[in-house]
């Protein structure tokens, strides 16, 4: 099972919006709505902020949403502020149990 | 308010075997709703799912890693545990454990609490 495939970085100005991609294939992403997305801060374990492609865990701000698309997931962070920069991974269910994580976007506020 | 611990040891000899334990405090680990697991990230790398178990014991591991991982449960103690044997460098990483919802659960399929995670550093 291979990694689901992020941009290395991905970047925005405070107030401006960033969306993050996560690309699987038609055995994780394109089968399941089972797309979670986290945030880690460096040194800090990863929180998670969207599960089921657009669900938000209580307390996770209306600025994070999430969407699918085929084997494709977003992330959109709106209105980003300067405690938005962080490392955001997604995360698929595969079948048979399987999880699979992606490789993990750096977002930097400018 | 549920709460996870990593523990073992820091330092770990290639080709010998990792031992982790996470024990859960706050909530039982006996549960129909969760499945508890074990999430690695090696330093300056993503995050790599290593394992999840239901309290009955019923375990599913990454591929990739199966022949090398056990994970067990100890529901007397309520903990959960991890075992990866034959480690090299490349097993050098924070190791989290978590929990993951089931279909019953309100958060579903998604590691909705973590460990502060420990470093595992394999090295002679």
């Known amino acids: 099972q291979s990694a689901l495939t992020q941009p290395p970085s991905a970047s925005g100005s405070p107030g401006q919006s960033v969306t993050i991609s996560c690309t699987g294939t038609?055995?994780?992403?394109?089968?399941?709505?089972?797309v979670s997305w986290y945030r880690q801060y460096p040194g800090k374990a990863p929180k998670l902020i969207i599960y089921?492609?657009?669900k938000r865990p209580s307390g996770v701000p209306d600025r994070f949403s999430g969407s699918k698309s085929g084997n494709t997931a977003s992330l959109t962070v709106s209105g980003l502020q300067a405690e938005d920069e962080a490392d955001y991974y997604c995360?698929?269910?595969?079948?048979?149990?399987?999880?699979?994580f992606g490789t993990g976007t750096t977002v930097t506020v400018l | 308010q549920l709460q996870l611990q990593e523990s073992g040891p820091g330092l770990v000899k290639p080709w010998e075997t990792l031992s982790l334990t996470c024990s859960v405090s706050?909530?039982?680990?006996?549960?129909?709703?969760?499945?508890w697991g074990w999430i690695r990230q090696p330093p300056g790398k993503g995050l790599e799912w290593i394992a999840i178990?239901?309290?009955?014991?019923?375990?599913y591991q990454n591929p990739s890693l199966k022949s090398r991982v056990t994970i067990s449960a100890d529901t007397s103690k309520n903990k959960f545990s991890l075992r990866l044997n034959s480690v090299t460098a490349a097993d050098t990483a924070v190791y989290y454990c978590?929990?993951?919802?089931?279909?019953?659960?309100?958060?579903?399929?998604?590691?909705?609490?973590w460990g502060p995670g420990t470093l595992v550093t394999v090295s002679s």
């Open positions: 178990i239901y309290y009955t014991g019923n375990a």
């Open positions: 995360s698929s269910y595969a079948g048979n149990n399987i999880r699979v």
């Open positions: 706050g909530g039982s680990i006996i549960t129909s709703d969760y499945y």
């Open positions: 978590a929990r993951v919802g089931l279909a019953a659960a309100d958060i579903h399929a998604a590691f909705d609490i």
């Open positions: 089921e492609v657009t």
């Open positions: 038609s055995s994780d992403i394109g089968r399941f709505n089972y």
